[in-house]
């Protein structure tokens, strides 16, 4: 190292090191986000999988059943021996169950589909320039995310207004809404609401994410987005959500706040510009 | 007639247990929500509860223990998607389920856990049918032994009485 001024080409570098320092940070904040989801993800999958899997079966009879009549078309002495194994089967039953059964599959893999696609957008981590997306499908993919996370503790409200596109770099800004519903539903001890609410204004875009939960104090609300902050035990919360959240914010070129009642709630108000003010700047 | 409770958030996983068991020709109940198999718990007698272990207003485990309390003779069973050790140990320990099935489950081991479930409740009520018969059996004795007492101190001798063939009774000279 000497002592001389940094050259233009050594402050270059080192940025460079930074922001790659803080790509790789970011990244690894995401990954130990998804890996605290997995249990829940595989809770959500294992359910609609279990139905299917079980439908299945009972189609497999079901069928075996149907081939035991159409079968007895050919060897039938009599159209009332057809009838008796058609009464025989059940086959009213057996009509009406194949429509509900094939229904209730059908939703279980679309279930599993989703969740199969939100996981994939939202641990997507080529794209990290600045894109015009639609919010409301961003909140839409981190609520499928978290939804088991969420449904156990609260119920989610959308009070969703019009919403252009705006120039944002969505994987990221998933994360900063994950981090927030996640939250969120941990302050909550019981049962109670999470409201997520948007709104355009001269400019700009809102997204308040407002729980019901214990509400934060005002000596850690001054402290909230300090990296290593935590109030949750050691091995349950890293400490940077809600740091990396406030960068990823500032990187938007937007802010991020908190207001805090205890006992009562909490809630975030995100704004951000619809288009960003210089589109050469990389941050 | 024997009655299965089922318990779970998710309808589509209700209804099809219910297509699975259709065949078993048991009464299958069906509760998408807590509240709802609570009162159940009031109507019917059941051999058999199943549980989901995680569910919006009340965990499987807490329902399960409400329901030993209420109907300390059904069979009680999780069928859970979380297959976590935490999970287990508060089902065995806390609300003493009989077996612990994980989803996506696998139908031939539902139908033979159920179906081991009911012999075991069966050989319970069974267990207890009897036990009922001999207490009653006893009681009847007792009283009878308690009469024959009564009848000896009031009559010194009087069950004791020899009789003939003939029904006369023999006087001896003790």
Same mark, same amino acid.
């Given at each position: 190292?000497?002592?001389?001024?940094?050259?233009?080409?050594?402050?270059?570098?080192?940025?460079?090191?930074?922001?790659?320092?803080?790509?790789?940070?970011?990244?690894?904040?995401?990954?130990?986000?998804?890996?605290?989801?997995?249990?829940?993800?595989?809770?959500?999958?294992?359910?609609?999988?279990?139905?299917?899997?079980?439908?299945?079966?009972?189609?497999?009879?079901?069928?075996?059943?149907?081939?035991?009549?159409?079968?007895?078309?050919?060897?039938?002495?009599?159209?009332?021996?057809?009838?008796?194994?058609?009464?025989?089967?059940?086959?009213?039953?057996?009509?009406?169950?194949?429509?509900?059964?094939?229904?209730?599959?059908?939703?279980?893999?679309?279930?599993?589909?989703?969740?199969?696609?939100?996981?994939?957008?939202?641990?997507?981590?080529?794209?990290?320039?600045?894109?015009?997306?639609?919010?409301?499908?961003?909140?839409?993919?981190?609520?499928?995310?978290?939804?088991?996370?969420?449904?156990?503790?609260?119920?989610?409200?959308?009070?969703?207004?019009?919403?252009?596109?705006?120039?944002?770099?969505?994987?990221?800004?998933?994360?900063?809404?994950?981090?927030?519903?996640?939250?969120?539903?941990?302050?909550?001890?019981?049962?109670?609401?999470?409201?997520?609410?948007?709104?355009?204004?001269?400019?700009?875009?809102?997204?308040?994410?407002?729980?019901?939960?214990?509400?934060?104090?005002?000596?850690?609300?001054?402290?909230?987005?300090?990296?290593?902050?935590?109030?949750?035990?050691?091995?349950?919360?890293?400490?940077?959500?809600?740091?990396?959240?406030?960068?990823?914010?500032?990187?938007?070129?937007?802010?991020?706040?908190?207001?805090?009642?205890?006992?009562?709630?909490?809630?975030?108000?995100?704004?951000?510009?619809?288009?960003?003010?210089?589109?050469?700047?990389?941050? | 007639?024997?009655?299965?409770?089922?318990?779970?958030?998710?309808?589509?996983?209700?209804?099809?247990?219910?297509?699975?068991?259709?065949?078993?020709?048991?009464?299958?109940?069906?509760?998408?929500?807590?509240?709802?198999?609570?009162?159940?718990?009031?109507?019917?007698?059941?051999?058999?509860?199943?549980?989901?272990?995680?569910?919006?207003?009340?965990?499987?485990?807490?329902?399960? /223990?409400? #329901?030993?309390? =209420?109907?300390?003779?059904?069979?009680? +069973?999780? &069928?859970? $998607?979380?297959?976590?050790?935490?999970?287990?140990?508060?089902?065995?320990?806390?609300?003493?389920?009989?077996?612990?099935?994980?989803?996506?489950?696998?139908?031939?081991?539902?139908?033979?856990?159920?179906?081991?479930?009911?012999?075991?409740?069966?050989?319970?009520?069974?267990?207890?049918?009897?036990?009922?018969?001999?207490?009653? /059996?006893? #009681?009847?004795? =007792?009283?009878?032994?308690?009469?024959? +007492?009564? &009848?000896? $101190?009031?009559?010194?001798?009087?069950?004791?009485?020899?009789?003939?063939?003939?029904?006369?009774?023999?006087?001896?000279?003790?």
């Amino acid at each position: 190292m000497t002592h001389a001024a940094p050259t233009n080409a050594d402050q270059e570098a080192l940025n460079a090191k930074l922001e790659q320092a803080n790509r790789q940070l970011l990244q690894s904040e995401k990954l130990a986000a998804i890996g605290q989801l997995a249990a829940g993800v595989a809770h959500e999958i294992n359910n609609p999988v279990g139905y299917v899997y079980s439908n299945l079966q009972s189609l497999e009879s079901y069928l075996t059943d149907l081939f035991r009549l159409t079968d007895a078309v050919d060897s039938a002495k009599s159209l009332e021996d057809l009838r008796l194994i058609k009464q025989n089967i059940d086959y009213d039953y057996l009509r009406d169950d194949l429509k509900d059964l094939l229904a209730e599959s059908r939703e279980g893999i679309e279930r599993v589909k989703t969740i199969i696609s939100a996981m994939k957008d939202f641990s997507y981590i080529e794209d990290e320039e600045f894109k015009l997306a639609d919010l409301h499908r961003g909140i839409e993919t981190t609520l499928n995310v978290v939804n088991n996370e969420l449904k156990y503790k609260a119920e989610v409200i959308r009070e969703f207004g019009e919403l252009p596109e705006i120039e944002c770099i969505m994987s990221q800004l998933n994360q900063v809404i994950m981090n927030l519903l996640v939250n969120a539903a941990h302050a909550i001890e019981e049962f109670g609401k999470i409201t997520v609410r948007t709104r355009h204004t001269n400019g700009n875009v809102e997204i308040e994410v407002e729980d019901t939960g214990k509400g934060i104090s005002e000596e850690h609300l001054n402290r909230i987005f300090e990296p290593f902050f935590t109030t949750k035990p050691i091995g349950k919360g890293t400490g940077l959500g809600l740091s990396l959240s406030f960068n990823i914010v500032e990187k938007h070129n937007g802010k991020i706040e908190a207001s805090s009642t205890p006992g009562q709630g909490t809630r975030f108000r995100i704004t951000l510009p619809v288009t960003q003010p210089d589109p050469d700047n990389h941050g | 007639m024997i009655r299965i409770q089922l318990v779970d958030d998710e309808p589509n996983i209700l209804n099809s247990l219910r297509r699975l068991l259709k065949p078993q020709g048991w009464q299958i109940d069906t509760y998408s929500k807590v509240e709802d198999a609570l009162s159940g718990l009031l109507e019917h007698e059941y051999a058999v509860i199943v549980s989901d272990y995680q569910m919006p207003t009340a965990d499987g485990v807490t329902y399960l /223990q409400f #329901a030993k309390q =209420k109907q300390p003779h059904a069979i009680r +069973l999780v &069928l859970s $998607a979380y297959g976590d050790r935490e999970s287990m140990i508060k089902a065995i320990n806390q609300a003493e389920v009989y077996r612990y099935l994980s989803k996506p489950w696998d139908d031939y081991e539902v139908v033979a856990a159920l179906k081991s479930a009911i012999d075991l409740y069966q050989l319970h009520k069974e267990n207890q049918r009897l036990r009922e018969e001999n207490d009653a /059996q006893r #009681a009847l004795i =007792k009283a009878r032994e308690d009469e024959l +007492l009564r &009848l000896e $101190a009031d009559n010194p001798g009087i069950t004791r009485v020899q009789r003939d063939a003939d029904g006369s009774v023999l006087l001896s000279d003790d």
